[in-house]
């Protein structure tokens, strides 16, 4: 055997060791990841687009409290709508940035400090809107809804 065919076959034996490591990784993460689901359903979920009808059910609302959880979401949901609005813009000036042929970094920088004060806005403004729920539950309420199982 040639050197050249001795250096060949070294490079496809690593090339295959390297595979089935890959698969190796893939499959068991795989399991990890099912395994994490497992865990995952002993919370609580609240469904996303019924979470007034969850909130009223779960918490036994009265349905003062029920109109006002509504009027906290409504408004929490119009603020939100702007900050999520300004941040896609933000996320797209950024990739347009970055696809430039020379992309300038200080454009880079300022975007990026944007979009994290966009999201510690919308953060804070989701903290609001909880303790605006809060102000509104019983004792008893106010444990179920800040309650993971």
Known sequence: ????????IGIIVLLILLNITIV???????????????????E???????LGRFFKEELNLSN???????????????????ILKKMEINRNDLLTELGKEKSDTIILNRLSNDLGY???ELKNLTIQYYLDMKEVCNEKQKIKLFQRK
């Not at 055997?1 to 060949?8: A, D, P, R, S, V």
């Not at 609580?44 to 019924?50: C, D, E, L, R, T």
């Open 1 to 8: 055997m040639g050197k050249n065919t001795k250096i060949l």
């Open 44 to 50: 609580i979920v609240a469904p996303s687009n019924h």
């Open 118 to 120: 966009l999201h510690t």
């Open 64 to 82: 003062k409290q029920h109109r006002e959880f509504q009027d906290i979401r409504h408004q929490y949901h119009q603020n939100s709508d702007i």
């Open 24 to 42: 190796g990784t893939i499959l068991y993460n795989k399991n990890e990841v099912a395994n994490y689901k497992v865990q995952d359903k002993k």
